[in-house]
T-cell receptor, first 113, second 112 residues
Framework: QQPVQSPQAVILREGEDAVINCSSS?????VHWYRQKHGEAPVFLMI?????EQKGHEKISASFNEKKQQSSLYLTASQLSYSGTYFC??????????????FGKGTHLIIQP | SQTIHQWPATLVQPVGSPLSLECTVE??????LYWYRQAAGRGLQLLFY??????ISSEVPQNLSASRPQDRQFILSSKKLLLSDSGFYLC???????????FGPGTRLTVT
């Protein structure tokens, strides 16, 4: 079952904050976040493991609520380089996701100067 | 860290023609490998994954097939391409620490 991402798209001014949500109908072991620039391959940002752990990467952080089967990605004081499409990928097995991830449809983020 | 190579980078093929996309990985041994497809403006769809030589699992029924003849080589094939096979094909390797996915540069396939 494909996770649901919201919003589908968001336009921000440089310096503004954004939140991207990822929701699953299945119990999750981990949630992965990726950013894809136009015409390029997705780039791994971070992984959230079962346990409600919150991680950070520069001014990008994320949380994982396993009870609600949800994850949120927080972009603080957005920079022009943050523009792109953000995908969450979910893993429902404790075996480490050897069978791959199920990705959401993506959230398009546009940062304007 | 691992490096993933894919070729060709772009490909234009007529309907009904065969397909062979290659992925090779450097910097790791016995990796879990994956083929994903991304249709224009869409998300990533897992097609195949492999946990070792000769071991292929398919996620969706289709006219594509995959093979893993060597530890660090993963091949995506088709005998007869369909228009719906157009898309951006990404090979991925699973990380060793947190099972994250690292993607290759991709092959953009257009079936005409």
């Amino acid at each position: 079952q494909q996770p649901v991402q919201s919003p589908q798209a968001v336009i921000l001014r440089e310096g503004e904050d954004a939140v991207i949500n990822c929701s699953s109908s299945k119990a999750l072991y981990s949630v992965h976040w990726y950013r894809q620039k136009h015409g390029e391959a997705p780039v791994f940002l971070m992984i959230l493991l079962k346990g409600g752990e919150q991680k950070g990467h520069e001014k990008i952080s994320a949380s994982f609520n396993e009870k609600k089967q949800q994850s949120s990605l927080y972009l603080t004081a957005s920079q022009l380089s943050y523009s792109g499409t953000y995908f969450c990928g979910t893993d429902t097995y404790s075996g480490g996701g050897a069978d791959g991830l199920t990705f959401g449809k993506g959230t398009h983020l546009i940062i304007q100067p | 860290s691992q490096t993933i190579h894919q070729w060709p980078a772009t490909l234009v093929q007529p309907v009904g023609s065969p397909l062979s996309l290659e992925c090779t990985v450097e910097g790791t041994s016995n990796p879990n490998l994956y083929w994903y497809r991304q249709a224009a403006g869409r998300g990533l769809q897992l097609l195949f994954y492999s946990v070792g030589i000769g071991q292929i699992s398919s996620e969706v029924p289709q006219n594509l097939s995959a093979s893993r003849p060597q530890d660090r080589q993963f091949i995506l094939s088709s005998k007869k391409l369909l228009l719906s096979d157009s898309g951006f094909y990404l090979c991925a390797c699973q990380g060793a620490r947190y099972y994250e996915q690292y993607f290759g540069p991709g092959t953009r396939l257009t079936v005409t």
